[in-house]
């Protein structure tokens, strides 16, 4: 959070605090937090009290300086000497908070199912992303693909915080679970990007280079947050595994032995457990390619036409399914590749959901349908009378409820819909008037979702 309200004492003031010492660089806690070692800090900006060389803070949990009601001593970041300068204890500045951002209901009484809290254009033509939207850990800030840069938005009212300009950024960052850095695609590019609410400008923390055709194809990270996996085209297809903390190549996989059109477009999907990496490709290929975390080959399943968007594992890792042009929902064995069951529901853009109870929730241009995960029975299926084929939804938080976006593209009207999870019925729906962006995010407290360019109230916590 920033620093807003009754400005606190400035640093530097209190004598008594003067030896209080945080032995490191930014760039040090960063990558401590990367690795996973070092003690827990909470940063932010100082709002009003920024000036030239001063513009964020950071507060280190169980400091020896620290006393009263927190266990955090915080300072303030020297931009010119690189290092810090010890403020005071939490417990009198009062700097960290709950990281949870404000549930809706909280800002101005009981809203509504479906209620439009914000709005804002982030002047995308990145629609076709499959999930242009992300949302960081703790839920303060959401992460929108424009096409031509990354904008943070302030979950809170939809502001910009800041942009990533590097080449083309058609696809939203990998976001480490610990540190908060961002893995950014851009062009032929990987990108490390520390950045903190307050600061003018992101700290690259590390560079890859992989070659071209990396924008629209949303890097991934291991469950575990130390290794980056990214795809290009560099003469072949080539799928990358790379440090998180340095961003030096672990290993190299040729998807395909020579360069064609293929291309994925929806994510990469890494399982559960962190074993195994999978590949879409569209195309002269048609097939998915599952990769061991080692580098090397697991299995490739062929299709009948292009896969268009990301494949999902089921809880248990057992199995995957994805979606297809050829018009079929399958579900293959996650460790030998046979398929298991296809099911022909029409055309696909837009990846399955998967409850936890079993169901496989999907799209096209009928509506939305709903499968027994274990055999691809048709559970459910609800017409919707707009277009669906692009929509890529999710789940409340408790799985009670799939949250689908549908509209008129030609007219560029969007709704946002709610359905029963067990019977497809339609709880309630909210339309927006030029906000064509087929694609849903949910915060992490369940209250919030996030369209290409909104944001509503779901009637839900996580």
């Excluded at 292009?306 to 999902?312: E, G, L, R």
């Excluded at 890792?317 to 579900?331: E, H, I, R, S």
Aim: charged residues 15%; proline residues 4%; hydrophobic residues 40%.
């Amino acid at each position: 959070a920033d620093v807003t309200g009754a400005s606190p004492p400035r640093w530097g003031a209190d004598p008594s605090v003067a030896t209080c010492a945080l032995d490191a660089t930014w760039d040090d806690l960063i990558r401590r937090r990367v690795d996973g070692t070092g003690a827990t800090f909470e940063t932010g900006g100082l709002g009003g009290l920024m000036e030239a060389r001063f513009e964020v803070w950071v507060c280190e949990d169980g400091h020896a300086c620290a006393n009263g009601t927190s266990s955090f001593f915080c300072f303030v970041y020297d931009e010119v000497a690189n290092h810090f300068v010890a403020w005071g204890p939490d417990s009198q500045l009062q700097l960290v908070q709950d990281s949870a951002p404000t549930a809706p209901e909280a800002r101005g009484g009981s809203l509504s199912l479906g209620t439009l809290l914000w709005w804002h254009n982030i002047s995308s033509n990145a629609y076709w992303a499959e999930r242009p939207i992300k949302w960081s850990g703790d839920g303060k800030v959401i992460f929108a693909a424009t096409e031509t840069h990354l904008e943070a938005l302030a979950a809170s009212n939809g502001t910009t915080l800041w942009t990533f300009a590097r080449g083309s950024v058609v696809s939203t960052p990998a976001i480490h679970p610990q540190s908060g850095v961002l893995y950014v695609a851009s062009d032929d590019t990987l990108y490390a990007v520390a950045w903190v609410s307050g600061q003018k400008e992101e700290r690259v923390l590390w560079t890859f280079f992989a070659g071209s055709g990396m924008s629209t194809s949303p890097p991934a990270l291991s469950p575990a947050g130390d290794v980056v996996y990214c795809f290009a085209k560099n003469g072949a297809e080539l799928l990358y595994a790379v440090s998180a903390l340095d961003g030096s190549e672990i290993w190299r996989y040729s998807v395909t032995s020579s360069m064609s059109t293929s291309q994925p477009r929806g994510p990469i999907t890494v399982s559960r457990d962190g074993s195994m990496i999978l590949v879409p490709l569209l195309w002269a290929s048609n097939k998915l390619v599952a990769v061991n975390s080692d580098g090397t080959a697991r299995w490739t399943h062929g299709t009948g036409n292009a896969i268009v968007s990301s494949a999902t594992t089921s809880y248990d890792d057992a199995t995957v399914f994805f979606t297809c042009w050829d018009g079929y929902l399958y579900a293959v064995n996650a460790q030998t590749g046979e398929r298991r069951w296809r099911v022909n529901t029409g055309d696909h853009y837009a990846p399955p959901l998967l409850s936890r109870d079993g169901a496989v929730v999907m799209t096209n241009s009928g509506g939305l349908h709903a499968h027994d995960s274990a055999t691809g029975v048709l559970l459910w299926k609800s017409n919707i009378p707009d277009n669906t084929y692009y929509s890529v939804g999710c789940f409340s938080a408790d799985d009670s409820t799939v949250f689908m976006p549908f509209g008129r593209h030609a007219d560029n009207k969007m709704s946002i819909g709610a359905f029963n999870r067990s019977t497809g019925e339609l709880q309630w729906s909210a339309e927006v008037d030029g906000g064509f962006g087929f694609h849903l995010s949910l915060s992490p407290d369940g209250t919030m979702l996030t369209s290409g360019s909104a944001a509503f109230a779901t009637g839900f916590r996580a």
